[in-house]
C-alpha cells in the first residue's frame, strides 16, 4: 500500500509559478512510476506528466515546455514544477503511483492522493 499526500497548491496569477510536491509513504517509492492528472470543474480529469522509476518523463502537449516533473527518491517526493501559468491550468492536481510506467493511462497508476487545488487568476 502507498499513501501520497500531494502539497503547494495555491492562488497564483498568470504567468507565476507554482511547485508542487507529492510525499509518499509505505511501500519502496523508488520502484513506483509517479504521475500527476488534474481536473478542473465539469470536465474530466486528464494526464499532466508522468515519470518511470528511471526518470524517463512524458507530458501533456498542453504543459510541454511550462512544466518539468522530478523525483527524489531519497526524499521519497516526486514534484511537478509549474511555470508560465495559464488560467485554464486552474483544476485540483492528483497525484498517482503505479507499478508499471503507463504513461497518460490513468487505469495505470494503483494509487491516488486527495488533491490540491491550484488557481491562476488572469
Known amino acids: 500500500q502507498v499513501r501520497l499526500v500531494e502539497s503547494g497548491g495555491g492562488l497564483v496569477q498568470a504567468g507565476g509559478s507554482l511547485r508542487l510536491s507529492c510525499a509518499a509513504s509505505?511501500?519502496?517509492?523508488?520502484?513506483?512510476?509517479m504521475g500527476w492528472f488534474r481536473q478542473a470543474p465539469g470536465n474530466e480529469r486528464e494526464f499532466v506528466s508522468g515519470?518511470?522509476?528511471?526518470?524517463?518523463?512524458v507530458y501533456a502537449d498542453s504543459v510541454k515546455g511550462r512544466f518539468t516533473i522530478s523525483r527524489d527518491n531519497a526524499k521519497n517526493t516526486a514534484y511537478l514544477q509549474m511555470n508560465s501559468l495559464k488560467p485554464e491550468d486552474t483544476a485540483v492536481y492528483y497525484c498517482?503511483?503505479?507499478?508499471?510506467?503507463?504513461?497518460?493511462?490513468?487505469?495505470?497508476?494503483?494509487?491516488w492522493g486527495q488533491g490540491t487545488q491550484v488557481t491562476v487568476s488572469s
Open positions: 498517482a503511483a503505479g507499478l508499471y510506467f503507463s504513461g497518460s493511462r490513468s487505469e495505470g497508476y494503483n494509487y
Open positions: 509505505g511501500r519502496a517509492f523508488s520502484g513506483y512510476a
Open positions: 515519470i518511470s522509476w528511471s526518470a524517463s518523463t
